[in-house]
């Protein structure tokens, strides 16, 4: 099973700053990452598919960049709903694993 | 729109048998690979099984292999996961979540909440 490890487990951040969240997996899973965001009582949403693509809808403030085992999520200008949990999640073996998630939290 | 819906959670004894139902519209329902992902109370996302858009294959977490199948009518529009001698460390929201054709997960549920205790 490849296992996927996010960081930081929180981030407390201001609105406009930078975010960058981070993703390693333990072994190669080429570029089959993705991003979710979670909001609280909500279900996830997919951002970032095949690493670096956007979803439909997802605004330009939010990258994903990475190959093989390390992947990072950037987001260049925190806007206030962008506080959520934000998990990773891999495609490229059986079972799908996701990441334990990120916590981005408003200082 | 795309919709899945979930129904069928509730409230069970352990080694209790509890069947989830999904209600896909919106979206030509035969031709998409389906998923269930669950979240226990304050966890993280744990992907439980998944089915081919036609029925021919399909894959389960080892937490859940033996107990839970996975099935689908791409004549009603439906998933469904029977769940079998649940156990408590099954009780989680379950999503059933569409797998987009680029291939990941990009439609899902509001969930529907199991909850397994004596």
């Known amino acids: 099973e490849i296992v996927l490890t996010q960081s930081p487990a929180t981030l407390s951040l201001s609105p406009g700053e930078r975010a960058t969240l981070s993703c390693r997996a333990s072994?190669?899973?080429?570029?089959?990452l993705a991003w979710y965001q979670q909001k609280l009582g909500q279900a996830p949403r997919l951002l970032i598919y095949?690493?670096?693509n956007r979803a439909t809808g997802i605004p330009a403030r939010f990258s994903g960049s990475g190959s093989g085992t390390d992947f990072t999520l950037t987001i260049t200008s925190l806007e206030p709903e962008d506080f959520a949990v934000y998990y990773c999640?891999?495609?490229?073996?059986?079972?799908?694993?996701f990441g334990q998630g990120t916590k981005l939290e408003i200082k | 729109q795309v919709q899945v819906v979930e129904s069928g959670g509730g409230v069970v004894q352990p080694g209790w048998s509890l069947r989830l139902s999904c209600a896909a519209s919106?979206?030509?329902?035969?031709?998409?690979?389906m998923h269930w992902v669950r979240q226990a109370p304050g966890k993280g996302l744990e992907w439980v099984a998944a089915?081919?858009?036609?029925?021919?294959?399909?894959k389960y977490a080892d937490s859940v292999k033996g107990r839970f199948n996975l099935s689908r009518d791409n004549s009603e529009n439906t998933l469904s996961l029977q769940m079998n001698s649940l156990r408590v460390e099954d009780t989680a929201v379950y999503y059933c979540?569409?797998?987009?054709?680029?291939?990941?997960?990009?439609?899902w549920g509001q969930g529907t909440l199991v909850t397994v205790s004596s």
């Open positions: 979540v569409r797998e987009g054709t680029n291939n990941w997960f990009d439609f």
């Open positions: 919106g979206f030509t329902f035969s031709t998409y690979g």
């Open positions: 089915i081919w858009y036609d029925g021919s294959g399909k």
């Open positions: 072994q190669s899973v080429s570029s089959y």
């Open positions: 095949d690493a670096s």
């Open positions: 999640q891999q495609r490229s073996n059986w079972p799908r694993t």
